[in-house]
């Protein structure tokens, strides 16, 4: 892969409760791409200084930094408008990506996810924007590109197209102050008065991307997280997915219920496993402090 191709940032987003998440996910990754020589940069706004300090010490090439200010104050108006978002407001924090360094792309990727095979290939797509199709997409629906409402027919020919945002590819085209401002835009109030999903910051890039997004195969974001809710399609084996997404409220990190009743899913089951060797691994391995 060619440095004009290839990522130059890895980024993601993280608090307190997802650090051993952030940690499984980075280390994996470098593990499995071993072509990436890039930053890693952590988005937070409540991690200690010895938490930071863990994180610079196992990822040297690693960064960690709150918000612009700028996404700061669009976060916090809009939370204030719509208090039913004040729960999930960190999922924003992912807007912060699209800046105005149009150095080299930026590979975003959730906490919760697991790589176990190379991603490389993700670099040579022709849009200015790479992801995986949501659920919606996956099981034959789309989405109403204002509201984003799902529904019950498959996705007409006006170019729309509903993405998860767990792992993006981002090329500089689209880190402009442009795009940015398009992307705060998009976080006022009034303009999400219409917003009938129950997504946040996949809103905001689904309706400022969804023209522009190329979607890739859904081994690049295998979910596991929707249990049953994708059974009867084709769909990538956990064992071929090169990325494995655990969205939804069942971390593998957490010793809840929530996991507990996802493990009846096989699926489930087996990239639970997946991961927890990946953390085993990471623990053989990590310096000490």
Same mark, same amino acid.
């Given at each position: 892969?060619t440095?004009?191709?290839k990522?130059?940032v ?6 307190a ?11 994996s990754?470098l ?18 200084? =010895?938490?930071q ?5 196992r ?11 700028d ?8 939370i204030?408008?719509r208090p039913?978002l ?12 699209f ?6 792309g930026?590979?975003? =990727? ?14 040579n ?10 659920? =919606? ?6 989405r109403d590109?204002k ?9 007409g ?5 509903s ?7 981002i090329k ?5 102050r ?6 705060l835009?998009s ?5 999400w008065d ?6 946040t910051?996949q =809103? ?17 974001n295998r979910?596991?997280? *929707?249990?049953?809710r994708?059974?009867?399609i ?10 494995l *997404?655990?969205?939804g409220?069942?971390?593998?990190w957490?010793?809840?219920?929530d ?7 096989p699926?489930?089951?087996a990239? #639970? ?9 990471? #623990?053989d391995r990590?310096?000490?402090?």
């Amino acid at each position: 892969m060619t440095n004009k191709l290839k990522p130059q940032v890895l980024a993601t987003v993280t608090s307190a409760d997802f650090l051993i998440g952030t940690q499984v996910m980075i280390d994996s990754f470098l593990c499995h791409n071993r072509w990436f020589d890039g930053r890693i940069v952590i988005i937070h706004d409540d991690l200690s200084p =010895a938490d930071q300090a863990v994180l610079r010490h196992r990822f040297p090439q690693s960064e960690c930094r709150n918000p612009a200010p700028d996404l700061w104050h669009c976060i916090a108006d809009l939370i204030e408008h719509r208090p039913k978002l004040s729960s999930r407001y960190r999922r924003f924090f992912s807007l912060d990506i699209f800046d105005d360094d149009g150095n080299g792309g930026v590979l975003f =990727a959730d906490s919760d996810m697991l790589f176990s095979k190379s991603i490389e290939p993700i670099a040579n797509v022709s849009a200015p924007i790479a992801a995986c199709a949501d659920r =919606a997409m996956l099981v034959g629906n789309s989405r109403d590109r204002k509201t984003l409402e799902e529904l019950t027919q498959p996705a007409g020919t006006d170019g729309f197209q509903s993405f998860n945002a767990g792992l993006m590819f981002i090329k500089p085209e689209l880190r402009t102050r442009e795009t940015r401002q398009c992307l705060l835009g998009s976080l006022a109030p009034k303009a999400w008065d219409n917003v009938v999903s129950d997504h946040t910051d996949q =809103a905001v890039l689904n309706r400022c991307f969804g023209d522009l997004v190329e979607l890739i195969s859904p081994a690049y974001n295998r979910m596991v997280g *929707h249990g049953g809710r994708l059974s009867g399609i084709e769909y990538p084996s956990v064992a071929s997915a090169r990325a494995l *997404h655990f969205n939804g409220k069942a971390k593998p990190w957490r010793m809840t219920d929530d996991v507990r009743k996802m493990t009846q899913h096989p699926d489930y089951a087996a990239a #639970l496993k997946l991961w927890h060797a990946a953390y085993r691994r990471l #623990l053989d391995r990590a310096p000490s402090t």
